[in-house]
């Protein structure tokens, strides 16, 4: 039986879960309407549109590359509680916007304040983690946003249906606030670096101050991962609709979202009891498996089908991957790392798009 220390489920860790779940419902509730309100408000062209909902991402990536090295010399709670009560206030500037401008300005600082929150409730998840249970209490952590995969984009959509754009608004200022009142009663593990490792961030701007070394090995293999996933993410649709199984589309990520919830707490447990290569190999092979049945999907069972077998494929590694670069480092160093992992993936989802669409003007679907 283990023991009282090796728990993962705390009040504390449960709370995180539940902050990371409403910060990511305004991530994907408005990642998915912003374009349609861009367009719709402001007359905004197709790249125009596009902009005002990629922005978002682009400010949390510039936050975890500033922020990161900061995180454990200013404080974690302190970060965390500043970052998420300028997260609410920021989502209510969204009502009285007037112009194209504004809307990306305010899009950019609500990107940022979404940065430096996300930066801080996975390491302090993984500091409430148990060492020798940490890849299964991230697959358990990474939860919160497996329900937001699923629910924030539909969400969206039926508040389309049934109102307008301030609807929208409205929704996500309720969600930052329920996530902010929630932060206040989570106790912050801090890193505690002593007077070395604090001086540490200010001197100069060489790599070791943007970046992790140790988890940077595994940060570009992730960036990779994010790349091929981005053909599906940014393309299932067109391709559903040249295939002919837009309505099975529809259910692509609701499936990859419920097989989320048994592949990665399975896959952080065989972590921890059985290495690394244990589980990162057949994942990228499953994830490869999944490519190719979307590849030849002539019917909905084989799309929906790709779609749980990327659950145990690319859905496995994000959890993983993350749990191999904190193990890679320092512990004062965690934060950095952290946000290493998560800038490259970033890259990988936001500029990998671009290559996949030439390829697709080439080669087709």
């Known amino acids: 039986m283990r023991e009282a220390s090796a728990k993962i489920w705390t009040?504390?860790?449960?709370?995180?879960?539940l902050v990371h779940f409403f910060v990511a419902m305004v991530f994907y509730v408005t990642m998915t309407t912003m374009a349609v309100y861009a367009a719709k408000r402001f007359l905004?062209?197709?790249?125009?549109?596009?902009?005002?909902?990629?922005?978002?991402?682009?400010?949390?990536?510039?936050?975890?590359?500033?922020?990161g090295k900061y995180l454990d010399v200013i404080g974690r709670k302190k970060m965390f509680l500043v970052s998420l009560s300028l997260f609410f206030v920021i989502s209510l500037f969204y009502f009285p916007i007037q112009s194209l401008f504004m809307l990306f300005l305010i899009r950019f600082i609500h990107g940022f304040m979404l940065g430096v929150a996300t930066i801080?409730?996975?390491?302090?998840?993984?500091?409430?983690?148990?060492?020798?249970?940490?890849?299964?209490?991230?697959?358990?952590?990474?939860?919160?946003?497996?329900?937001?995969?699923?629910?924030?984009?539909?969400?969206?959509?039926?508040?389309?249906?049934?109102?307008?754009?301030r609807m929208i608004f409205a929704s996500c200022a309720v969600?930052?606030?329920?996530?902010?009142?929630?932060?206040?009663?989570?106790?912050?593990?801090?890193?505690?670096?002593?007077?070395?490792?604090?001086?540490?961030?200010?001197?100069?701007?060489?790599?070791?101050?943007l970046i992790e070394p140790n988890a940077l090995p595994v940060s570009l293999f992730m960036m990779l991962m994010g790349v091929a996933y981005s053909g599906i993410i940014s393309f299932i649709n067109s391709y559903a609709i040249e295939i002919r199984l837009v309505e099975a589309a529809a259910y692509f990520f609701p499936v990859y979202a419920v097989f989320l919830f048994f592949a990665r707490p399975i896959g952080g447990i065989l972590l921890d009891r059985k290495g690394d290569n244990f589980v990162i190999y057949p994942a990228v092979?499953?994830?490869?498996?999944?490519?190719?049945?979307?590849?030849?999907?002539?019917?909905?069972?084989?799309?929906?089908?790709?779609?749980?077998?990327?659950?145990?494929?690319?859905?496995?590694?994000?959890?993983?991957?993350?749990?191999?670069?904190?193990?890679m480092t320092p512990k004062h160093r965690i934060g950095l790392a952290t946000s290493t992992f998560f800038c490259f993936l970033d890259a990988g989802t936001g500029l990998g798009p671009l290559l996949v669409g030439w390829l697709i003007q080439w080669f087709g679907f």
Do not use: W
């Open 120 to 165: 801080i409730t996975p390491v302090a998840a993984i500091e409430l983690i148990p060492p020798n249970r940490r890849g299964e209490g991230i697959g358990y952590y990474s939860l919160g946003s497996t329900v937001s995969t699923a629910a924030g984009p539909l969400l969206g959509i039926y508040i389309l249906q049934i109102a307008d754009h």
């Open 11 to 17: 009040k504390d860790f449960i709370l995180l879960i």
């Open 175 to 209: 969600f930052a606030a329920i996530a902010l009142l929630i932060a206040i009663f989570v106790r912050i593990p801090e890193a505690n670096p002593d007077a070395e490792q604090r001086l540490a961030p200010g001197r100069g701007y060489g790599i070791r101050q």
């Open 285 to 327: 092979l499953l994830f490869s498996v999944s490519l190719f049945l979307i590849s030849r999907a002539g019917s909905t069972f084989t799309l929906l089908l790709a779609a749980a077998v990327l659950a145990f494929g690319f859905g496995t590694l994000m959890p993983c991957v993350q749990a191999i670069a904190v193990k």
């Open 44 to 67: 905004a062209s197709d790249s125009e549109a596009g902009f005002a909902s990629g922005i978002f991402i682009v400010a949390a990536t510039v936050a975890r590359l500033c922020v």
